[in-house]
């Protein structure tokens, strides 16, 4: 079992939609990351998480601790918005998830 | 400030030859972590390195090799490439041994043929 599960693993969408990813954890952790990655591969981290919630733009994330949960939200998708989406859990290394794939139609 | 930079950006190499990839961190930044990322896959982590020294390694065999300058650049070396370490290898840059404040760079795409 890895140590980060994000769900999905693929998400399709239209544009408009609202998104939610899901991201579990099973180890103690100082920080979570969400981060974007487009095909070109380069890495944008979107939010830095130790609890509670954040928001930035059309982008919302928010973690609980005690359930080891995080959830990114996208409101009001955009097909610009179609990159791998990285949950990723920070101690004294970074561990990734797999990712989720986002494909916003238009 | 200055954000984390790779190079080079591509680059292809024959099987068992041996590859250098660089990469500078962010002003500030003195921990460096590497990563591979198979295609299809999330960074899988190689090893990490503070103030000039190594500070825990990923499960990954002794020729992938690392260095950290005292300007808290660094390098990823390896040796006797195989096909299967064609991937995307990420570098990040944070603050301190735990890391805080991660920031990665573009990534160096290695293809072993």
């Known amino acids: 079992k890895n140590e980060v599960e994000q769900s999905p693993q693929n998400l399709t969408a239209q544009e408009g939609e609202f998104i939610t990813i899901n991201c579990s954890y099973s180890?103690?952790?100082?920080?979570l990351h969400w981060l974007q990655q487009h095909p070109g591969g380069g890495i944008v981290s979107l939010f830095m998480l130790s609890s509670g919630k954040k928001k930035h733009g059309r982008l919302i994330a928010t973690i609980n601790i005690q359930e080891k949960h995080s959830s990114l939200h996208i409101t009001a998708s955009h097909p610009r918005d179609s990159a791998v989406y990285i949950c990723?859990?920070?101690?004294?290394?970074?561990?990734f998830g797999a990712g989720t794939r986002l494909t916003v139609k238009p | 400030e200055t954000g984390v930079t790779q190079s080079p950006t591509h680059l292809i190499k024959t099987r068992g030859q041996q590859v250098t990839l660089r990469c500078s961190s962010q002003s500030g930044h003195n921990t460096v972590s590497w990563y591979q990322q198979a295609l299809g896959q999330g960074p899988q982590f190689i090893f990490q390195?503070?103030?000039?020294?190594?500070?825990g390694r990923g499960n990954f065999p002794p020729r992938f090799s690392g260095l950290q300058f005292p300007n808290y650049s660094s390098e990823l070396n390896v040796n006797a490439l195989e096909l299967d370490d064609s991937a995307l290898y990420l570098c990040?840059?944070?603050?301190?041994?735990?890391?805080?404040?991660?920031?990665f760079g573009s990534g160096t795409r290695l293809t072993v043929v």
């Open positions: 390195y503070y103030r000039e020294e190594e500070n």
């Open positions: 990723a859990v920070e101690d004294n290394d970074m561990r």
């Open positions: 180890v103690g952790i100082s920080a």
């Open positions: 990040a840059s944070s603050l301190g041994r735990g890391g805080y404040g991660y920031t």
